[in-house]
T-cell receptor, first 111, second 112 residues
Framework: RKEVEQDPGPFNVPEGATVAFNCTYS??????FFWYRQDCRKEPKLLMS???SGNEDGRFTAQLNRASQYISLLIRDSKLSDSATYLC????????????FGPGTRLSVLP | DGGITQSPKYLFRKEGQNVTLSCEQN?????MYWYRQDPGQGLRLIYY???????QKGDIAEGYSVSREKKESFPLTVTSAQKNPTAFYLC???????????FGQGTRLTVV
């Protein structure tokens, strides 16, 4: 079993749709959680950090459930420009700190 | 402007050659990381370093080597021992302490 798993995708949705991404992690000692966005053939870029209390940034809402070891990302009113691969990222608690990336879920928003 | 610079953007290597990928950051970050990404796959950790003159193997370190002689620099050498080196290589840095990682623009390595 992979340490971080995500919906396999791809998700193809019409403009204006609401889309939800799910992510689970297996290391209960994980401390920090993030969603990154990666455009085709580009580097990943931070979309948002994920906090236990949940956090929102415009059309994007992230939730963390530590008991279930589950992270989610909700995109409302999706735009064509939201088309990308969304990566769930967990920060390991080990020597130093390093990040474990999920395989990503590709989103295509269609006109 | 602060950021992470990787060079070159594209690199071609003959089989049996070692090549070194450059990664420089001026963000004053302690931690630096190297990842490999294959088409349609997620990122896999090659090496990471939390402080100067110290680094640790990641999940796929075989066939790679690194050094961390300066805080700003974390070069990655892909050796001839790496049997399938063609991939997209990403360098990242972070402050640690649970904060996010910032990425360079990547180097696409192709073995010809």
């Amino acid at each position: 079993r992979k340490e971080v798993e995500q919906d396999p995708g791809p998700f193809n949705v019409p403009e204006g749709a609401t889309v939800a991404f799910n992510c689970t992690y297996s290391n209960s000692a994980s401390q920090s959680f993030f969603w990154y966005r990666q455009d085709c053939r580009k580097e990943p870029k931070l979309l948002m950090s994920v906090y236990s209390s949940g956090n929102e940034d415009g059309r994007f809402t992230a939730q963390l459930n530590r008991a279930s070891q589950y992270i989610s990302l909700l995109i409302r009113d999706s735009k064509l420009s939201d088309s990308a691969t969304y990566l769930c990222v967990v920060n390991r608690l080990s020597y130093g700190q390093n990040f474990v990336f999920g395989p990503g879920t590709r989103l295509s928003v269609l006109p | 402007d602060g950021g992470i610079t990787q060079s070159p953007k594209y690199l071609f290597r003959k089989e049996g050659q070692n090549v070194t990928l450059s990664c420089e950051q001026n963000l004053n970050h302690d931690a630096m990381y190297w990842y490999r990404q294959d088409p349609g796959q997620g990122l896999r950790l090659i090496y990471y370093s939390q402080i100067v003159n110290d680094f640790q193997k990641g999940d796929i370190a075989e066939g790679y080597s690194v050094s961390r002689e300066k805080k700003e620099s974390f070069p990655l050498t892909v050796t001839s021992a790496q049997k399938n080196p063609t991939a997209f290589y990403l360098c990242a840095s972070g402050e640690g302490r649970g904060t996010e990682a910032f990425f360079g623009q990547g180097t696409r390595l192709t073995v010809v």
